[in-house]
């Protein structure tokens, strides 16, 4: 793939990642920010010392603060998916374009959201010893690396079993290594349960939820505006002339 094809895709990555964004933000609003809001009434109520002034109003935070967090994410990592993207076409089978953007946001959902967030699932405000986040936020992003580590391991591996064994031994041998490097992975990494007393467990399952919708809405919409954007650039239909009809095909004439 030239350099020119790339620059292409990457700009329709960064494209696609921010019209990602926009529909992750509807969801962030609607879903997290309120159960956000109740996380923080609780701290509130709870808490026995109060600080100074806060910088940054909840208000604009919830509104400003998180539109120009999530585009920005939107648009970054729709530039990295775009380049692995590139990488992957052509290497994990015969799928055009559009199959291809759609199978790498569902293993990215996976790899870098679904797997780590087993292990290290998010917390709203007031969930969290602040002494532990510099130490769990280490651990998230090393889970993050593994999972995608141990993804790529899995289809390299199942593609090199796939001559001996068949294709589905071959997915199956894999996808069972996939799952047993991950869980020893969980059992050996430490794990936090830090939720305040009396905090209710049902709003931080409808957060911990939220988080996980806006992640699926992210990298669903992403493959699917990348699919198109990628296979209008990589195979286009062939043009022809406005207003002319197809050419017709010539018929022999009889003496």
Same mark, same amino acid.
């Given at each position: 793939?030239?350099?020119?094809t790339?620059?292409?895709l990457?700009?329709r990555?960064?494209?696609a990642?921010?019209a990602a ?11 997290a ?10 701290e509130?109520?709870?808490? %026995?010392?109060?600080?100074g002034?806060e910088l940054v109003?909840?208000?604009?935070q919830s ?6 967090g ?7 990592f729709?530039?990295?998916a775009?380049l692995?993207?590139?990488?992957a076409l052509?290497?994990?089978g015969?799928?055009?374009p559009?199959a291809s953007a759609l199978?790498?946001?569902a293993?990215?959902l ?14 709203p405000? /007031? ?9 769990r936020?280490?651990l ?5 690396v593994?999972?995608v580590l141990?993804?790529v391991?899995a289809?390299?591996?199942?593609k090199?079993?796939a ?5 589905w ?5 894999a996808g069972?290594f996939?799952?047993l ?5 969980? /059992? ?8 305040p007393e009396?905090?209710p467990?049902?709003l ?10 806006i ?19 990589? /195979?286009p239909?062939?043009a022809?002339?406005e207003?002319?009809?197809?050419e017709?095909r010539?018929?022999?004439?009889? %003496?």
């Open positions: 793939m030239n350099s020119v790339v620059r292409n990457l700009v990555g960064m494209l990642g921010l964004g926009v529909l992750a933000l509807v969801v962030s609003y609607f879903l920010e309120p159960r956000v809001d109740e996380a923080i009434a609780f509130e109520a709870h808490a %026995h010392e109060h600080g002034e109003t909840r208000a604009m509104t400003g603060g998180l539109a120009t999530i585009l920005v994410y939107g648009v970054a729709g530039g990295i775009a692995a993207y590139c990488f052509g290497r994990i015969r799928f055009g559009r199978l790498l946001a293993a990215g996976f790899a870098v959201y679904v797997v780590p967030f087993l292990k290290y699932p998010a917390n405000p /007031a969930v969290g010893d602040p002494d532990t986040l510099n130490q936020t280490a998230f992003f090393l889970m993050i593994l999972s141990l993804t391991a289809v390299i591996l199942g090199r079993l001559a001996r064994l068949g294709n031994n071959a997915s199956v041998a069972a996939f799952v490097t991950v869980g020893l992975a969980y /059992a050996f990494l430490p794990s936090f349960n830090e939720a009396g905090f467990a049902t931080l399952w409808q957060y911990r939820l939220a988080t996980l919708a992640q699926a809405t992210l990298w669903t919409v992403y493959g699917l505006v990348f699919g198109v954007l990628a296979e209008r650039l990589l /195979a239909k062939p022809t002339a207003g002319k009809a197809p017709a010539a018929t022999p004439v009889a %003496h």
